[in-house]
């Protein structure tokens, strides 16, 4: 099994910002993406920035030119570092990893979310 375990979030002004992170750990085989999902409240979740094997990253294009996500592979860990935040950001925030579980085995995983609120 594996399991995603967030970090971060909290209160914070808007202009301001705040760093997640998201380590994997468990049957890690390797990993093909990693990235963050959010969810206001009364919307769906969305995709925020996703990182891929390789180093290809996409982020929405809300956050474009705020947010940065980075992956450290020795660390099996994902961070999403926001900067420029606007109340629009408020959300519950996910971690999502693809991971190889086995030479012929993927799976998706879901952290349990952490929430940013912006205030103004």
């Known amino acids: 099994q594996v399991q995603l375990v967030e970090s971060g979030g909290g209160l914070v002004q808007a202009g301001g910002s705040l760093s997640l992170s998201c380590a994997a750990s468990?049957?890690?085989?390797?990993?093909?993406?990693m990235g963050w999902y959010r969810q206001a409240p009364g919307k769906l979740r969305e995709l925020v920035a996703v990182s891929l094997r390789g180093g290809l990253t996409n982020y929405a294009d809300s956050v474009k030119g705020r947010f940065t996500i980075s992956i450290d592979n020795t660390k099996n860990t994902v961070y999403l570092q926001m900067s420029s935040l606007k109340v629009e950001d408020t959300a519950v925030y996910y971690c999502h990893a693809n991971i190889l579980t086995s030479w012929t085995s993927t799976s998706d995983y879901w952290g349990k979310g952490t929430l940013v609120t912006v205030s103004t």
């Open positions: 468990g049957s890690i085989f390797g990993i093909n993406q």
